[in-house]
């Protein structure tokens, strides 16, 4: 049993940390602390991840439309989100730093796929998916420079914002949110306040860190449309 907590433990610590909490019994060591939440926290945000985009998933499904989603604003969220898991990869950062970035990587490449597919172009829905796989494939095997993928990384400031402010326009030109998941947007806002954080404790990379202050940002102004415009139905709908 004392082995099988010992190996529990040290999935959020180092052996260091181990013996600073459980042989010197120092549960007030700052450092250990700070380093336990950084990682418990990223943990909990990647297992999040595995879920976080599946409400908008399923509202597309069910509504059969992806209307009030835009298709521009995914794409560039999309390439944010490459960028950031292929820059964290090639470097070597712990999982638990960006281990969120795969699952997010998926579930956003299946909500462009069934963008494309609702808007009446299922070739275009493979074709999406095709591409994003590809790019990923070649970002990650070491083919790119790592200067390349900073630059690509550092690119994101601008990507990430971009990509949220064509949403937030979308939302304002159809005075509407649209299929927008609420549970989606309110967990993107919470996971990317997060991992400024856990970015700051596990990375030190000041160009991820500035990233996902951007992106908390961006996300901020998209929950308070998703706020603004509850139950508001969109400009088209009101005219039908």
């Given at each position: 049993m004392a082995a099988i907590f010992r190996q529990l433990c040290l999935l959020v610590l180092t052996e260091a940390c181990y013996d600073e909490f459980f042989i010197k019994f120092n549960f007030l060591h700052v450092p250990c602390l700070k380093a336990a939440i950084s990682k418990s926290l990223g943990l909990?945000?990647?297992a999040g991840s595995l879920l976080v985009k599946v409400p908008q998933i399923l509202k597309i499904l069910a509504a059969k439309s992806a209307e009030g989603i835009s298709i521009t604003g995914t794409i560039l969220e999309l390439t944010a989100i490459i960028a950031n898991f292929s820059y964290n990869f090639i470097n070597g950062y712990p999982f638990s730093a960006y281990g969120d970035s795969a699952f997010l990587l998926i579930q956003t490449s299946i909500i462009g796929a069934l963008v494309y597919h609702y808007g009446g172009s299922t070739t275009k829905a493979v074709g999406f998916i095709v591409t994003v796989t590809s790019l990923v494939g070649?970002?990650?095997?070491?083919?790119?420079?790592?200067?390349?993928?900073?630059?690509?990384?550092?690119a994101n400031i601008a990507i990430v914002f971009a990509g949220k402010m064509?949403?937030?326009?979308a939302n304002y030109t159809n005075g509407s949110t649209g299929q927008l998941s609420a549970i989606t947007v309110t967990l993107?806002?919470?996971g990317s306040m997060a991992r400024i954080f856990t970015s700051i404790q596990e990375t030190g990379d000041q160009v991820i860190i500035i990233t996902?202050?951007?992106?908390?940002v961006a996300n901020g102004i998209i929950m308070a449309q998703l706020l603004y415009y509850w139950n508001v139905p969109s400009k088209k709908a009101k005219k039908e």
């Amino acid at each position: 049993m004392a082995a099988i907590f010992r190996q529990l433990c040290l999935l959020v610590l180092t052996e260091a940390c181990y013996d600073e909490f459980f042989i010197k019994f120092n549960f007030l060591h700052v450092p250990c602390l700070k380093a336990a939440i950084s990682k418990s926290l990223g943990l909990g945000i990647v297992a999040g991840s595995l879920l976080v985009k599946v409400p908008q998933i399923l509202k597309i499904l069910a509504a059969k439309s992806a209307e009030g989603i835009s298709i521009t604003g995914t794409i560039l969220e999309l390439t944010a989100i490459i960028a950031n898991f292929s820059y964290n990869f090639i470097n070597g950062y712990p999982f638990s730093a960006y281990g969120d970035s795969a699952f997010l990587l998926i579930q956003t490449s299946i909500i462009g796929a069934l963008v494309y597919h609702y808007g009446g172009s299922t070739t275009k829905a493979v074709g999406f998916i095709v591409t994003v796989t590809s790019l990923v494939g070649i970002l990650c095997s070491g083919m790119v420079s790592l200067n390349v993928l900073w630059t690509l990384q550092a690119a994101n400031i601008a990507i990430v914002f971009a990509g949220k402010m064509v949403q937030a326009v979308a939302n304002y030109t159809n005075g509407s949110t649209g299929q927008l998941s609420a549970i989606t947007v309110t967990l993107l806002f919470l996971g990317s306040m997060a991992r400024i954080f856990t970015s700051i404790q596990e990375t030190g990379d000041q160009v991820i860190i500035i990233t996902y202050c951007v992106a908390t940002v961006a996300n901020g102004i998209i929950m308070a449309q998703l706020l603004y415009y509850w139950n508001v139905p969109s400009k088209k709908a009101k005219k039908e």
